[in-house]
């Protein structure tokens, strides 16, 4: 139990396109999801808090006009990257919680040309 | 905000040895928990673990949440092993996690 899904897995686009990457919650409803973003050799930096039926919550120095996430369902949360950039070429992994704990889907790598 | 590093940052091991990785946080937490990432990027759940001993075959770990710390031991490693670990603490109520600096862990044949 405790599966979650992410796609793309990975994608490859052209500067100032937008991208969008799905997080599903495959076993469990999550309320909460959460959006992390991880470069080369870093560790896990927390981008915002995606709760379901509400405005997510960004954490500090995070453009949310950048980075829309909707929590439509209690399965699934998004993340739009608009008007994409080099600079915001990173893996971007999300979580969902269950109960107390946090599971975590198998990142999407976005690479912009 | 919290810190949370973790050490050493790189472990190199002999397949069948035994290693022991630590975390370490600068304020209280609520909870923590252990992850692999695999080459692939993906984490995997290890431990959740507030406080005291849990074990999970070749795996177990230990969190002495008063002196702000948890260990993570490794015995009998395997190449499937390798990876990065990391710690992660919950803050801000119980809802946010920070990510410690991570252990780069490479066990070769």
């Known amino acids: 139990g405790a599966v979650v899904s992410q796609h793309p897995s990975w994608v490859i686009c052209k500067s100032g396109t937008s991208v969008k990457i799905e997080c599903r919650s495959l076993?469990?409803?999550?309320?909460?999801m959460f959006w992390y973003r991880q470069f080369p050799k870093q560790s896990l930096m927390l981008m915002a808090t995606?709760?379901?039926?509400?405005?997510?919550?960004?954490e500090q120095g995070v453009e949310k006009d950048k980075f829309l996430i909707n929590h439509a369902s209690l399965t699934l949360s998004t993340l739009t990257v608009t008007s994409a950039h080099p600079e915001d070429s990173s893996f971007y992994i999300c979580?969902?919680?269950?109960?107390?704990?946090?599971?975590f889907g198998p990142g999407t790598r976005l690479t912009v040309l | 905000g919290i810190q949370v590093e973790q050490s050493p940052p790189d472990l190199i091991l002999q397949e069948g040895a035994n290693s022991t990785l630590r975390c370490n946080f600068s304020?209280?937490?609520?909870?923590l928990q252990w992850f692999h990432q695999n080459p692939w990027g993906q984490l995997i759940n290890l431990f959740y673990?507030?406080?005291g001993t849990k074990q999970n075959g070749r795996l177990s770990a230990t969190t002495v949440a008063t002196e702000r710390y948890s260990l993570l031991y490794i015995s009998s490693s395997q190449t499937t092993d390798s990876g990065v670990y990391f710690c992660?603490?919950?803050?801000?109520?119980?809802?946010?996690?920070?990510f410690g600096t991570g252990t780069q862990l490479k066990v070769e044949l």
């Open positions: 979580s969902a919680r269950r109960l107390s704990e946090q599971f």
């Open positions: 304020d209280s937490v609520n909870n």
């Open positions: 992660a603490v919950y803050t801000g109520g119980g809802n946010k996690l920070t």
């Open positions: 076993d469990f409803q999550a309320t909460t």
């Open positions: 995606s709760n379901e039926g509400s405005k997510a919550t960004y």
């Open positions: 673990i507030p406080s």
